[in-house]
């Protein structure tokens, strides 16, 4: 999987996560703050991504 794509579920999870709690649009803010400091960290390796997708999806 590209990191294109990791970084989409990862996008997709936080928000989902998110909206048990937070308006949609507070969850898409937030969601996309957090894909876009991800997406500039060039040392987060494809796995390390897939880690954060997955705790964010365990609830």
Do not use: G, P
Not at 3 to 32: C, F, G, P, W
């Amino acid at each position: 999987m590209e990191r294109k794509d990791l970084l989409q579920d990862l996008y997709l999870a936080v928000k989902k996560h998110l909206l048990k709690s937070m308006s949609l649009e507070t969850a898409i803010e937030v969601a996309e703050n957090v894909v876009c400091s991800v997406e500039q960290n060039q040392i987060m390796t494809s796995e390390d991504i897939r880690n954060m997708r997955d705790t964010f999806l365990k609830d």
